[in-house]
């Protein structure tokens, strides 16, 4: 059973034209993040949720913006999309944040095309 | 600043054949984990590593955690062209988790 579920799984859309990418979860946990990933690099964390509290990374343009209207969902807002925002966007849920050993569980990605 | 080096970043082989990827920092770790990423999906947890020193077997990986808690490996043997992927370690020193920098594996048949 699908525990953290992406929509869409390919996003398109047009330079500048704002997108919104959604990620729910089943396992009710407290935080959720967003990474971007591009080819065959690591994941770079976006920003998180630690419950409704909003956690912004420093390199984290303007451009992206989120919002966690209840504990399932978490939407990633990009505003103005550019070439270079291109990329997977994966969003992963953690029961908490800080024990070392909690684990992270990853949805499978949306992959976002700019034209 | 990445905190966690993966070496080597590419590595293809030919199926059978064994390979060992390194996972390095400065800082001290409390636990470790390993992921592996397949293309077109989320990674997927492998392992976890806790104690300085610890080996962990999973089938044909193996993982170990380094004594002091500051580096990582995993070795595959005889890898088969479903070990291909991306593989990432990642780990929480404090509140933040950090991922490494990742290395692709492509296994040839």
């Known amino acids: 059973d699908a525990m953290v579920i992406q929509n869409p799984r390919y996003q398109v859309t047009q330079f500048g034209k704002p997108v919104t990418l959604s990620c729910s979860q089943t396992?009710?946990?407290?935080?959720m993040y967003w990474y971007q990933q591009k080819s065959s690099q690591a994941p770079k964390l976006l920003f998180h949720?630690?419950?409704?509290?909003?956690?912004n990374e420093a390199d984290t343009p303007d451009n992206f913006q989120s919002r966690r209207p209840n504990t399932s969902f978490c939407f990633l807002d990009i505003r103005s999309p550019g070439l270079g925002d291109a990329a997977m966007y994966l969003c992963?849920?953690?029961?908490?944040?800080?024990?070392?050993?909690?684990?992270?569980?990853f949805g499978p990605g949306t992959r976002l095309t700019v034209l | 600043t990445q905190l966690l080096k993966q070496s080597p970043q590419f590595l293809s082989i030919q199926e059978g054949e064994n390979l060992t990827v390194y996972c390095n920092s400065s800082?001290?770790?409390?636990?470790l984990q390993w992921y592996r990423q397949e293309p077109g999906e989320g990674p997927v947890l492998l392992v976890t590593?806790?104690?300085?020193?610890e080996v962990k077997k999973l089938k044909r990986l193996t993982f170990q955690f380094g004594d002091a808690r500051k580096d990582s490996s995993l070795h595959i043997t005889a890898a088969q062209p479903g070990d291909t992927g991306l593989y990432l370690c990642?780990?929480?020193?404090?509140?933040?988790?950090?991922f490494g920098t990742g290395t692709s594996l492509t296994v040839i048949p």
């Open positions: 992963a849920t953690s029961r908490n944040r800080g024990p070392s050993t909690d684990t992270q569980y």
């Open positions: 396992l009710n946990h407290n935080v």
């Open positions: 949720y630690y419950d409704k509290d909003f956690n």
């Open positions: 800082s001290v770790f409390s636990s």
């Open positions: 590593v806790v104690t300085g020193g």
């Open positions: 990642a780990g929480v020193p404090g509140n933040q988790f950090y």
